[in-house]
């Protein structure tokens, strides 16, 4: 090669390796600019991403507030729950230890597949529940073998715990883990293990039972395990809550009747529900350890509805515990006076129907007070034409029959009371026969339990009291616990007394039909109102042969009601019972109405126990009587 | 450098040790020291702020690395001229043997174990393959170059070890060592409008090629066009490593003190994601400074080149060069996300042995072509 050859080579590499150079540089100058770009330009952004990633932020469900009874006795609590935790990095062959552990405790095949399944599922320091719900000996098995179980500890949870079980079920309700249409804003709910009120005041008062959730900041790695904790922020506990309900009444009342059989006791001055309680009920701590499926359909399946609460969703005709509204109706309406008699043959004829007086006699010439006193048929017939089934309605609405009483139980029936515009509405004429039974509280009508102890209530005091469940929330006394926070129904005193006294006649009179409720000793004076209800038709034919209830299967009997009110100069307590089937209110409704009320007046008339003044301590708010009756001279006159 | 230094060298082929490590560029030395000294406060900081398992082997590699470069350094260039071929043959030879015999590495066989050391032969065959071609186109004329049948023999001298490595598969080392030969052609003189073709025709046969990748090879380049499509898979690495770039700010977040990297959200943090590591915890600043550490090796193979009064040590150094430079440019543009992720380390800094052994012998020739760059060797005489 020449000298200039070597000179043109030498020169073109120089040329081309500074070129190279040069888009070598360009390139690193482009990196410069990315790097620039990313960490000035985006690098909020990406710090942001960056703490995101980093940070998690972890919910403390706060404990879920606790229920007391009016008594201060604790009717839902939180218990611990002891229970068996399984981390998979720990054990050193998961298969080993469960093994081992089930010779300890036996875990069924389901079990066994459950906890496989869960371990798969989450990451393997996330511990998975082995055993829940662990008794003592249990778990001093478990800790006793604990070398041989690596991976396994155990933890406490808490869990809701029923002191009273079924006694008090369909007041207080049960817990259950939340279902997608439980999902509201509360960001608690998406917590593993919480639980919400599924029914009963557990579901009405949930949002206070359950408190606000803390917060936990935690520092995660990439796959999720806790480096440190950064910052905490405990929640609020859930707000206690005390119940109207007395739980040793309710409890007494329950141990009284049988099933089919519904009792609601009412404060008649301010609507709280002392006693409310429906056979059969359930065991609503069976929830909390989780339901069988074999459970569930038993309950949902039994023709006795356990699950179902009658005071409140049981509809019933009224039959003549209807009778003090449709007399109210006609005295508001001018329809009859006050003293103004009506004959009674034994049957009423309109045009060419006959209608009974279940007394097949009659009961000859009867003003208000008697036809009340003896439940004539006869009169209410011609006193319901006169008035007209509107004005009824109007009336029965005023007493809280067939309207929403609004009551702290989510799901409550409201009820029926007919009209004229409704039978139109439905493309049926309403004839005057339609208002002539309707006079004596049979027909359409469909009324709870509870609306019939409201009534009541409203007949003893003058006053709307609406019944309900909460005495005090989170420590405060609810609205309502003062008789002057209810309006008067605006009825003359004049109708309202004469009504009083028909209702006193019925207890407290010779030929009453319900002599057998009179209350025992110094207990006071009752006056209430009985009332039978077919749920069969009577034919003419079995009417002439001498038809006999007693000779019917048990559910073609009638039911038997008994609403009632006490003590008579002073009203305090109404009580409304419904026994189905009972074939007679005063046979058998009367007589517990009548030991229901004996018991109520003697628990809260006794000066409070030191047990339960010691209760009182211990509650958030106490009332060991009724409202306005702390004071024993007040108590009963 | 003197005339009687030159002298010395010149005429005496076997000129002292002592001379020679006298004219061993000892910035350049430390300039390497300094990078594998970031190496090494990032491999401390990957390793949760020890130097086990990360920090201290790198250290000890280095210390060998750089033995191994003065070693090499010292041996005259006329003699590595002379094993370019066999050494070439070496190679061709090594990357059959993993494709027959090597053991299988995610889901390539790129591995080959001798002895104690994993070898990557495929790397060391982008240095062999400078070599070669560096001696191919030695006595080459302007005029020669220009001769298309001359071009023949280096096309395929580059063709067999390309597609024995994209073979493996490893379409990022296959493209570099493609890169690294064609820098060597364009440093030798081949025609611009030959460059010109060959990247029509690449163009031109992309399409198909696209269609007989791998579905990983496939699913990144997909992801470097969308990271976002699938946040959690493929496009993670991409996404979490822009967050602790971007997240790191201009001064960073402090020594041991990366998130990103500390909680593990980085993956491979301590091979290809090292340069985040530094630029999560020591920012803009830090990365910057770490790319211009690199910038000044490349610029200092630049400076080896432009200084040689031989065209085979201009051809090693420029090739040495280039190589050095995709390794940085493709590792930074990777974490970056500006370029499809693939596994190229960061030299002198990602953890790695095989790695770090080849960027020390290039580093090594690179010397040895300085401190002879005065050689008589070839047509530099009439």
Redesign the interface.
Known sequence: ???R??E??RS???R???L??AG??G??G???Y???K???E??E???T???E??ISTRLIAPPRGRIFDRGGRIVAANALNWRALLVAEQAEDIGATLETFSHILPLSEAERARIERDIRRRRRFVPVVVRDFLSWEEMARIEVNAPDLPGIGVDVGTTRDYPWAEHLAHVVGYVAPPAEADMDDDPLLALPGIRVGRAGVERFHDRALRGRAGTLEL?????GRV?RELDRREGIRGQDVQISVDAELQKAVRDRIEEGTSVVVLDARNGEVLAMASQPSFDPNLFSSGISAAQWREWTRSRATPLINKTTNGLYAPGSTFKMVVGLAALEARAITPTERIACPGHYDLGDSRFHCWRRGGHGSLDLRNALKHSCDVYFYEVAKRTGIDRIAAMARRFGLGVDLEIELPGTKSGFVPTREWRIRQGKPWNLGDTVVHGIGQGFYQLTPLSLATMAARLATGRAVQPHLTHALGGKPARGIQAEDWPSLGLPERDLKLVREGMWAVVNEDGGTARVARLPGNLGVLAGKTGTTQVRRVSREQRERGFRVESQPREWRPHALFVAFAPFNDPQYAISVVVEHGTSGAGAAAPLARDIMAEVITRFRAPPSPAARSAEARAPLLAGAPAGSAAPEAAHR | MTVFERRLLTRDRGAGLLKKLWLVPWSFVLLLCAIAAVGYVALYSAGGGAAEPYASRHALRFGFGVVMMLSIAMVDIRVIARLSWPGYALGVALLVLVAVHGEVGKGAQRWIELGPVQLQPSELMKILLVLALARWFHRASWERVGNPLFLIPPTLAVLLPVGLILKQPNLGTGLIAAMVGGAVFWAAGVRWWKFALILAMAGGIAPFAYERLHDYQRARIQTFLDPESDPLGAGYNIIQSKIALGSGGLWGKGFLQGTQGHLNFLPEKQTDFIFTMIAEEFGLVGALGTLLLLALVVLFALAVALRARHQYGRLVAVGLGVNFFLYTFVNIAMVTGSIPVGGVPLPLISHGGSAMLTTMLGCGLLLSVHVHRDVEFGATRE
């Open positions: 090669m020449s000298r050859d070597e043109h080579r073109v590499f120089t081309r390796a500074l190279l150079g070598q540089f390139l690193l482009f990196l410069a990315r790097l620039q990313l960490t000035l985006e690098g952004r990406y710090a991403l960056a703490e990633n980093r520092e995660v790695n990439a796959v480096v």
